[in-house]
């Protein structure tokens, strides 16, 4: 898909305004619990955490760790792999994973569920997205940009086989024109 096809969900304006309100509310909340370790949840979340962490006035760290959960294609198996860990300790500090969507909450659910494990001092979740009437396992997402319906979302980061990650809008596809 190129730039001009893509049917446009949330455009870049509104994307900005959004990342910016949650700065400033993520900001607030950690005031007294900085350093923040900011842990982008790669690919998808590298877009977001660049804009996101630029706008936040505390101090903060930049971590990622990188897991698969559809391989190749559209479909949720609920298997995730973690395929690249974070490289430092999290023991005893104040985390913030970042996430770009969140829709069977597979993922999130796998991540906090391990990183819990490491005694971090806290440990919240932030997605861009999540998609409305999904869940199918218990995740609470703390911090959320938009509400979405169930439609395959592209752009700012997102992909539809490693297509599209850098569109600077959000934009929905039929991803049945595309199998
Ligand atoms: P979950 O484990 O079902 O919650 O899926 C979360 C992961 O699937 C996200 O981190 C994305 O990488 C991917 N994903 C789910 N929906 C979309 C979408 O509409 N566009 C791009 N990636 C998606
Ligand atoms: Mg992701």
Redesign the pocket.
Known sequence: MSELDANILIGEREIARRVDELATEISADYADKAPLVLLG?LK??FIFLADLSRHLSIPRTVEFIA?S??HSS?I?T?A?RLVMDVRESIENKHVLII????????????LTGMLRTRNPASLRTCAL?Q?SG?A?VDVTVDYVGFNIAN????GYG???LEKDRTLPFIGAIDIRDKD
């Open positions: 949840v998808g979340a897991v959960s559809y559209s949720s609920g995730v996430e770009d969507i969140v829709d069977s909450g597979h993922t999130l659910n796998y997205l998609k999904r199918q439609e395959w979302v592209v997102l992909d539809y």
